[in-house]
């Protein structure tokens, strides 16, 4: 009897689903990392460093894989249509929150696709301007912006293009401070600098990167940063805020996002390995040099952040009628 019940116990055991037996722990196979924008691009650019530092933690490598075009929505479709197994990730930029308010007839929902794991870094914006234009500080900007727009010669400002993190800045700028501008997108912010530093556009709202270098030799006037405090790389410029342009704060930023339904736990360690490599020194060091700040937020924390840019940008793409057109 005892050699009976101990097959039957055994045939039932069999029957089970495997899963039910025994799950293989996470992660036993290469982690795919979709990339939203090409190699060379800000979100690139953090990827590659912090990738085999979070492969050490997990145990597996990281590889990279670059899907552009869209305004992100590629690599972000196919993660939003991939097994929520943990072998599937997004790095995305701010195009996130505006993605779905200009691309239209997309496959899925940004708002419910995705799991926040973490938001990566953030990246400052400058208010840069030609050293033509007649101001000193951003009070005398401000002070100039309004009279040329009421005298029907409006500045003129050029973008990284339609969409982007620059012109929603700008747009944003331009709600608090009380005048119209002219905008001139360009493909990317090279050329929008480039258009500044000829003279064929007033102002821009440009990255640390870009910017910061051509402020401190005088080939720009640097007048404000968009963040609440101000940045080392420009200690004497202020911010918007101080200027009073109460509540202002715009930025540029990145994150990793895991499809909807993945296990919590997968996505707590996925969460604790980028964390980690955010706090290395040599990881700090070579943020700051290319303009950018480590954050490292709780899943949490930034689906919170999410949820707010979205609401954001979407209140601006309808109120400044943004299309990517």
């Known amino acids: 009897m005892p050699r009976r019940r101990a097959l039957l116990a055994a045939a039932g055991a069999a029957a089970l689903p495997l899963p039910a037996l025994a799950q293989a722990p996470w992660p036993n196979r290469p982690i795919r990392a979709i990339i939203s924008f090409p190699p060379g691009g800000a979100i690139d650019t953090v990827t590659r460093l912090i990738g085999p530092i979070m492969a050490e933690q997990l145990g597996q490598p990281i590889v990279g894989e670059n899907r552009p075009g869209a305004t992100g929505t590629i690599a972000a479709a196919a993660v939003a249509q991939a097994q929520p197994d943990g ?12 993605a779905p308010h200009l691309v239209r007839n997309l496959s899925f929902n940004y708002e419910t696709a995705f799991a926040p794991v973490t938001q990566l870094t953030t990246v400052p914006l ?7 234009v007649p101001a000193n500080n951003i009070q005398e900007f401000l002070a100039l912006g309004r009279a040329r ?5 409006p500045l003129v400002y050029a973008s990284s293009g339609n969409g982007s993190a620059a012109h929603y800045s700008a747009v944003l700028f331009l ?6 501008a002219t905008h001139v997108p360009f ?3 090279g050329p929008a600098v480039q258009a500044l530093l000829a003279g064929t556009t007033q102002f821009h709202f440009g990255t640390t990167a870009s910017s910061t270098a051509l402020a401190q030799d005088g080939r720009l006037k640097a007048f404000a940063v968009t963040t609440k405090e101000r940045i080392p790389q420009l200690p004497n410029v202020p911010t918007l805020q101080e200027a009073g342009l109460t509540g202002y704060e715009w930025i540029e930023w990145g994150g990793i996002f895991a499809p909807a339904a993945t296990p919590a736990p997968i996505v707590e360690r996925m969460n604790a390995a980028a964390r980690h490599a955010l706090g290395q020194q040599t990881v700090k060091d070579r943020l700051a040099q290319i303009g950018m700040l480590p954050v490292g937020s709780s899943p949490s924390v930034f689906a919170a952040y999410v949820r707010e840019q979205q609401a954001l940008v979407g209140r601006l793409t309808r109120e400044a009628n943004i299309t990517l057109d």
């Not at 072998?87 to 505006?98: E, I, P, V």
């Not at 400058?126 to 033509?132: D, E, G, K, R, T």
Request: glycine share 12%; hydrophobic share 40%.
């Open 187 to 189: 493909r990317g912010g």
């Open 149 to 153: 727009a009421q005298a029907g010669n």
């Open 175 to 180: 709600q608090q401070a009380g005048f119209e």
């Open 126 to 132: 400058i208010l840069v301007a030609h050293p033509s």
């Open 87 to 98: 072998y599937t990730f997004l790095f995305d930029a701010s195009s996130h929150a505006a």
